[in-house]
């Protein structure tokens, strides 16, 4: 049974811990849309990854959170990433598989996957 | 739609945008009556009667990117594809109720779906935000509080990835549903 004898340990682990940081921090942003379109083409196993992987990956700079409707419902789901002093990139039709990838080469190596960009699918 | 918990995310997204302080979820069945009742609550600051009504078309909407809505009206259709219905009753400055029943073994019901998925990212996504969960299984019932788990973890963020797992695991372990 999960108990809250657990719990307690997750605090206290997580008091100890260094990085102790709230969402106003500046740094990288992914922007998950999360309206009625955004929901039902998947964007909550795709906002799920995110965090996951943001988190399995140590990344300390980086927030994940999440916006209504963006306004391009066909391209759903939309993920917009703000890293600080580049232009923001827009991903469409993300996909829970794709996250991985987005994280490695965009986040952590600072190469957008223009693959998954809109401007791959507009062409 | 291809869940009922993506229709139940979508509207508790309204509880949020309406500046809600606690929001309390339930997913409810009873076999007997061949009954699903999900419902959410909140302390938002509501809407009149009237808005509330309105709030059920489909090209009624507060947005200003499109002119049409329709996480509640499809959550609507949901219900009345099985027979059941949806009632939505607000006060302003009070917050809002939407209930919906459903035929628990109607053909045309939507599977349930990842109730988890949506209770993890509400939480994960608005830790200064309460949440009561509720489901129930005739006479089966689990309960998160996450001013429970608040109390416990003395200003460590619900948000913390190591909460989420926690729930995570108290959901699979106490879940009556499956």
């Not at chain 2, 619900?158 to 995570?168: C, G, K, T, Y």
């Amino acid at each position: 049974m999960k108990s809250l004898e657990e719990l307690k340990a997750i605090r206290d682990k997580a008091k100890s811990a260094i990085n102790v940081r709230e969402e106003s921090d500046a740094g990288t942003r992914i922007v998950v849309g999360m309206a009625t379109c955004g929901i039902a083409a998947g964007a909550r196993p795709v906002l799920n990854a995110f965090a996951e992987e943001v988190n399995r990956r140590g990344l300390k700079d980086v927030m994940v959170t999440q916006t209504g409707c963006i306004g391009i419902c066909q391209y759903e789901p939309v993920v917009e990433v703000y890293v600080p002093g580049q232009e923001k990139v827009t991903y469409v039709k993300m996909t829970r598989e794709k996250v991985a990838e987005v994280i490695t080469e965009h986040i952590v190596n600072g190469r957008p996957v223009t693959a998954y960009t809109i401007g791959a699918y507009q062409n | 739609m291809r869940e009922l918990s993506l229709n139940l995310l979508d509207v508790a997204q309204n509880s949020l945008t309406a500046g809600a302080s606690l929001v309390e979820i339930g997913v409810l069945v009873n076999t007997d009556k061949d009954l699903l009742n999900i419902y959410v609550k909140d302390n938002g600051k509501g809407m009149t009667q009237q808005q509330a009504d309105a709030a059920q078309n489909p090209f009624f909407t507060t947005r200003t990117t499109r002119k049409v809505g329709l996480g509640i009206p499809l959550f609507k259709m949901a219900a009345e594809m099985t027979g059941g219905k949806l009632a939505l009753t607000s006060q302003p400055n009070v917050g809002t109720l939407i209930s919906a029943n459903f035929g628990w073994t109607h053909i045309d019901r939507m599977p349930l779906g990842d109730l988890c998925g949506t209770l993890t990212v509400l939480i994960r996504m608005n830790p200064h935000v309460d949440f009561v969960y509720i489901e129930r299984f005739n006479d089966k019932e689990m309960t998160l509080d996450t001013r429970e788990l608040r109390e416990v973890l003395e200003g460590v963020s619900l948000s913390n990835p190591d909460v989420i797992a926690w729930i995570e695991e108290f959901y699979k372990e106490n879940s009556p549903l499956i």
